[in-house]
């Protein structure tokens, strides 16, 4: 019964992460085709707080996605036997590579669409 609990927690939080990054990418798609390349390109180059949460983000979520894979990896070729303690900390690696994705969007919205 704990199993089932996880995974629903686990699939819910997916699906919730997912459309949220999915509405904010489509808002940003929409906002950049109708601005001046130079403005996009000054507002990220010009900062320095942006340029470094977005690389943190996107190394955090890559890094959670390798270890992720690397666990799954091991499990299949019997490194790592296949146990619920196993199978959490997987889910949890795979929900965290998809939430730092979805503020690496989330970020990019503010910088897109903030008004000045």
């Given at each position: 019964?704990?199993?089932?609990?996880?995974?629903?927690?686990?699939?819910?939080?997916?699906?919730?992460?997912?459309?949220?990054?999915?509405?904010?990418?489509?808002?940003?798609?929409?906002?950049?085709?109708?601005?001046?390349?130079?403005?996009?390109?000054?507002?990220?180059?010009?900062?320095?707080?942006?340029?470094?949460?977005?690389?943190?983000?996107?190394?955090?979520s890559g890094?959670?996605?390798?270890?992720?894979?690397?666990?799954?990896?091991?499990?299949?070729?019997?490194?790592?036997?296949k146990t619920?303690?196993?199978?959490t900390i997987?889910?949890?690696?795979?929900?965290?590579?998809?939430?730092?994705?979805?503020?690496?969007?989330?970020?990019?919205?503010?910088?897109?669409?903030?008004?000045?």
């Amino acid at each position: 019964m704990d199993s089932l609990w996880l995974i629903s927690l686990k699939a819910g939080g997916s699906v919730v992460l997912g459309l949220t990054g999915l509405y904010l990418v489509i808002r940003i798609w929409i906002k950049w085709q109708k601005m001046d390349l130079d403005i996009i390109k000054a507002r990220v180059f010009l900062n320095r707080k942006f340029l470094m949460k977005n690389w943190q983000y996107t190394f955090l979520s890559g890094a959670f996605q390798a270890t992720h894979q690397f666990l799954d990896l091991s499990v299949s070729m019997n490194y790592v036997g296949k146990t619920r303690l196993i199978e959490t900390i997987s889910s949890f690696l795979e929900l965290m590579a998809l939430g730092f994705l979805v503020l690496l969007a989330f970020e990019w919205y503010v910088l897109i669409l903030e008004k000045k």
